[in-house]
């Protein structure tokens, strides 16, 4: 399973990078706008910026919502960069995008999707990434976790090719559940990855042994 990070910042995708495990970087418009990035130039920089710093795919979301505008601004993305994966929302407009970038060599990510219909969907126009929303599904009392174990059946019984990026992942379990159910992707914050790391019986057991290390 590939390791993403979910920010747009540069401090916390540095310290993923360091760890040696980082695969990838998306972000939304929400995270952009909380490191203060507006306007299309400080966009385009900044999105550039990402990709000088990790070797994988970044995906950069568009900010439109009809099929014209949609495709102008995700060609004007994916010329930043060869690793800029577009992001598309899952609207009729966006699938259609979707299908447009796929036939003319541009990789997307569908995001905003909260269903298996519409991970099929996406799958058919040709998505690169499908991004399912685990963590606002289980807020809303649904299963986040179940939704991608439906999903990774359904793309491995009808082979489709693109891949289950989980989203809006809010914990360490939520990866290790993600991992569990064949999910080929985990788009995480850093504090995720970083509780991955997290056993009291590891913190316990290495002060015992730097204790016992005293004696040798
Ligand atoms: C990433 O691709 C998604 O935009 C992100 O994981 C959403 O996370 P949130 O539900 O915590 O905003």
């Not at 760890?19 to 550039?48: C, F, Q, R, S, W």
């Not at 995700?74 to 609207?91: D, E, R, S, Y």
């Not at 995008?97 to 298996?116: D, Q, Y």
């Not at 891949?163 to 809006?168: D, V």
Request: net charge negative; proline share 3%.
């Amino acid at each position: 399973m590939k390791f993403f990070i979910d920010t747009a910042n540069l401090a916390q995708i540095q310290e993923a990078h360091d760890l040696g495990i980082l695969d990838g970087v998306t972000t939304n418009p929400t995270l952009m706008a909380k490191e203060g990035i507006k306007g299309e130039a400080a966009i385009m920089k900044h999105y550039e910026a990402i990709c000088e710093m990790v070797e994988g795919d970044v995906s950069a979301e568009v900010l439109s919502t009809d099929f014209k505008t949609i495709v102008e601004e995700g060609k004007k993305l994916a010329a930043i960069h060869p690793n800029i994966v577009v992001k598309v929302p899952m609207i009729k407009d966006g699938v259609k995008a979707i299908k447009w970038f796929t036939e003319n060599g541009i990789r997307t990510n569908c995001t905003l999707v909260f269903s298996a219909g519409q991970a099929i969907l996406a799958a058919k126009a040709g998505a690169a990434y499908v991004s399912p929303f685990i963590g606002r599904i289980d807020d809303s009392n649904w299963d986040g976790v179940e939704l991608i174990a439906q999903i990774a059946q359904i793309y491995s019984i009808q082979g489709f090719k693109t891949e289950i990026l989980a989203a809006s992942i809010r914990s360490a379990l939520h990866i290790v559940k993600c991992a569990e159910v064949g999910a080929d992707v985990c788009t995480c914050p850093v504090d995720s990855i970083l509780g991955l790391l997290k056993h009291p019986l590891t913190d316990i057991g290495l002060a015992k042994f730097l204790e016992d290390a005293k004696k040798m």
